[in-house]
């Protein structure tokens, strides 16, 4: 096994396939506000904080009719009685041998704590020592995902050059960096590929099994 004691995992993209709950939940909010959705396949995409999603949408929003759009579509996610994600395939397996080597698992996600703990028991998830999402600390003062990295590392008590950060995003590879520890970019979620190559991560894989 490798040098790394601890593993830092985004959630959306690279735990779960999650795109069809969120993009739902989003079309939702979106009817019910009568926004206009013809642009919507062609800029959404799972990866960033609600706020930025938001923004992302309807630039031309103000800033309280864009909080309106992202706490309306907070409820149609966060309330969701039946989610259809699933885990990507390989992934639970590598996280058990992973655990029977004595590595500690975490979660570094921008999903917020109500819907992640609800995937997490979906997903059966017992193997994390722990999980960090936005509103963790305070749910009124949301936490970047270099600051949630930041955070989970040292609740981890592991050296920063024993720690590896696995996401599907840049946004992923560009916390890891801020936090001077290793990166892992997987090419099965929701990044590009040319993104994720071009984002100076240290390993890029394309499935479970390669993970380091």
Known sequence: MSGFHAYFFDFDGTIGD???????????????????????????????????????????????????????YKHF???????????????????????????????????????LQKMVDLFDLTFFDGIFAPDTVDPEHHLNKAESLALAIKVSAVSGSKCLMVGDTGFDIAAGKANSVATCAVTWGYGSRNDLINSGADFVISTPEALP
């Open 18 to 72: 999650t795109d069809v709950d969120i993009r739902a939940a989003w079309l939702a909010a979106i009817r019910q506000l009568r926004l206009p959705a013809e642009h919507f396949d062609s800029t959404f995409r799972v990866g960033p904080a609600i706020r930025e999603t938001a923004m992302m949408l309807y630039p031309e929003l103000s800033d309280a009719e864009s909080k309106t759009l992202q706490n309306t």
């Open 77 to 115: 996610y966060d309330d969701a009685e039946n989610y259809k994600a699933r885990p990507y395939p390989g992934i639970i397996e590598k996280f058990r041998l992973l655990k029977s080597t004595g590595k500690k698992l975490y979660i570094v996600t921008n999903k917020r704590i109500k819907p």
